[in-house]
């Protein structure tokens, strides 16, 4: 065995033995809930709640944007040659995951900006009473509301689909892949997001419409992690070596404790009680699904980089 080999048998026994940063999980979790937000923000409208001023759909635009930015700001700290990141865009290549989520994450944003025009705060109104006229003009033309919803929705599902292809995409991992990768990720975004925004919605049927389609997101989300585990573990020995990482290897109490159990069944357990009015809605069920959801991509990116094709047997 040669020293390289040594050093990564080693690295699957200790942990340790690697650094590992927090950039790239965190802009996987941001890019999953902002998809989560828009897909949310194109549904209310394009089912016309958005003619109620207290719709949170009017606040959820600027929310995504902030929070996206943020997002970059991490992946521009990851970056090597950030001197270079704007060459990115002079270029576009159909068969880069890369290439595709530079641009998606430019076009979102001006879906999101229109979808915040769609129904402007009061408190934003006020302050700046042109928006309130550029929102009059569009709410002129209903099925250009409508289409604004339906880019958004679909730029949505776009954006949290290509955070779990560009892992996947990575065929060096064999964690990474997974077809059901963008999937997970997907599902977990849009968990994430239904609980960020039944924290922040100030109507009481949208908090309970959200809690509501969060349960159905969780319960989704189990059955793909299931689906994800036994593609891997009927797969190749190397894809068995990875998900075993997860089932009962470094990574296995993490999992199970943090992205399985607090993550998704004690609170789906806690949100099913609320919507059948057995107990109050709380903002405890929405934190562990979305911490749930961080830590599912910290797992998932470290514990993809210590899955190895070395010694492989097919």
Same mark, same amino acid.
Request: charged share 10%; with cysteine; proline share 4%.
């Given at each position: ?15 340790? #033995? ?21 897909? $949310? ?5 394009? =089912?016309?709640?958005?003619? !109620? ?24 700290? !990851?970056?090597?040659? =950030? ?20 641009? $998606? ?9 229109? @979808? ?28 250009? /509301?409508?289409?604004?919803? *339906? $880019? ?8 949290? $689909? ?5 892992? @996947? ?9 997974? @077809? ?11 968990? @994430? ?6 924290? *922040? ?18 319960? /989704?989300?189990?059955? +793909?992690?299931?689906?994800? *585990? ?6 190749? =020995? +190397? ?25 998704? *069944? ?6 099913? #009680? ?5 107990? =109050? ?7 562990? +699904? ?20 070395? !010694?492989?047997?097919?």
């Amino acid at each position: 065995m040669n020293e390289y080999t040594t050093t990564r048998h080693n690295e699957m026994i200790d942990p340790s #033995l690697h650094i590992w940063g927090w950039e790239i999980p965190v802009y996987l979790f941001i890019g999953g809930l902002v998809a989560g937000m828009m897909i $949310i923000t194109g549904y209310f409208i394009f =089912k016309g709640k958005y003619k !109620d001023k207290a719709c949170v759909c009017g606040v959820l635009p600027l929310l995504g944007m902030i929070i996206l930015s943020a997002g970059m700001f991490a992946l521009f700290l !990851d970056l090597e040659h =950030k001197l270079y990141t704007w060459r990115l865009y002079t270029s576009f290549k159909i068969a880069s995951p890369m290439s595709w989520g530079a641009w $998606i994450l430019i076009v979102v944003y001006p879906a999101m900006a229109a @979808s915040f025009f769609v129904n402007v705060p009061e408190y934003f109104s006020k302050i700046f009473p042109w928006m309130d006229k550029i929102s009059e003009k569009l709410q002129q033309h209903r099925y250009l /509301i409508k289409n604004i919803g *339906v $880019i958004n929705m679909l730029l949505g599902g776009l954006l949290g $689909i290509y955070t779990g292809v560009l892992l @996947s995409a990575l065929g060096a991992r064999p964690l990474w892949n997974s @077809s059901m990768l963008w999937l997970l990720f997907l599902v977990s975004g849009l968990s @994430s997001a239904a609980a960020f925004v039944h924290m *922040v919605a100030g109507r009481v049927d949208e908090r309970e419409l959200l809690a509501k389609a969060d349960n159905g997101f969780l319960i /989704i989300e189990i059955f +793909v992690i299931g689906l994800f *585990v036994i593609g891997m573990i009927t797969s190749t =020995k +190397v894809h068995i070596q990875s998900a075993m990482l997860l089932l009962s290897g470094i990574y296995a109490p993490v999992f199970w404790v943090f992205v399985v159990g607090l993550g998704i *069944v004690i609170p789906l357990i806690i949100q099913l #009680l609320a919507v059948n009015h057995k107990i =109050k809605h709380t903002p405890i069920a929405p934190i562990m +699904v979305i911490i749930g959801g961080l830590i599912l991509r910290f797992v998932i990116v470290d514990a993809g980089q210590y899955s190895h094709w070395i !010694d492989a047997a097919f």
